[in-house]
């Protein structure tokens, strides 16, 4: 089975700390994605990596960052965190395929004060 | 605009009946991938179904089919005997672009709809 962890279930920080969120797949996946999401918006793309040390951003990257030095770990960096920042994070990954179906962790829930 | 849009924020439905859970979308891709996800209360996302845009059967898995109608760009998905445990949230997403190209994968997801079960 593939799974995917996230460091924290549950975070909380303060405003202007820096954040950093990890995510860790055991697949051997190319491909990792970090996701935002927030009640009557879904998920959001932040950034996305498809290899080790490239990334791209996603939709929504503003006041965020990533890092992706090794295959399997795939890490948010919240630079300064902000009250609007407060959310659900989701990492996924996959591998390709027919569908590019991908696998998610259990997610993140950041509170920052 | 709207690439994927879901607009029932929430349904009901009796145990045992079946519902349909509406997603249309927007792309001028012609190759293209949607997914429906489950959400339960504890968080994390659940893979249901898949449909591809060259697929000429609608998807089908266990309890759950995707009616697919290319024209109308809808991708409704189909629980069939609804049970307790489908109490959740549902998210439609759809990949634009083939698998193997560079989209990477990447989804677009809908807002979500809340599904409860009553027994």
């Known amino acids: 089975d593939v799974k995917v962890t996230q460091s924290s279930r549950y975070l909380v920080k303060r405003t202007g700390e820096k954040v950093f969120l990890e995510c860790v797949q055991d697949m051997d996946h190319e491909n990792m994605f970090w996701y935002r999401q927030d009640p009557g918006l879904g998920l959001r793309l932040i950034y996305f990596?498809?290899?080790?040390?490239?990334?791209e951003k996603g939709d929504i990257p503003e006041g965020y960052s990533v890092s992706r030095e090794k295959k399997e770990r795939f890490s948010l960096i919240l630079e300064s965190a902000s009250t609007n920042q407060t959310s659900m994070y989701l990492c996924a990954s996959t591998v390709g395929g027919r569908s590019y179906e991908q696998y998610f962790g259990p997610g993140t829930r950041l509170t920052v004060t | 605009a709207q690439k994927i849009t879901q607009t029932q924020p929430g349904m009901f439905v009796q145990e045992k009946e079946a519902v349909t859970l509406d997603c249309t979308y927007d792309t001028s891709d012609p190759s293209y991938g949607l997914f429906w996800y489950k959400q339960p209360s504890s968080g994390e996302m659940i893979f249901l179904i898949y449909?591809?845009?060259?697929?000429?059967q609608n998807a089908t898995e266990g309890r759950y089919s995707l009616n697919f109608q290319k024209a109308r760009k809808s991708a409704n998905l189909v629980i069939s005997a609804s049970q307790l445990g489908d109490s959740a949230m549902y998210f439609c997403?759809?990949?634009?672009?083939?698998?193997?190209?560079?989209?990477?994968?990447?989804?677009?997801f809908g807002q979500g709809t809340i599904l409860t079960v009553h027994p």
């Open positions: 990596s498809y290899d080790v040390k490239m990334k």
């Open positions: 997403a759809m990949r634009e672009g083939g698998a193997g190209g560079t989209s990477y994968g990447k989804l677009t």
């Open positions: 449909q591809g845009s060259y697929d000429q």
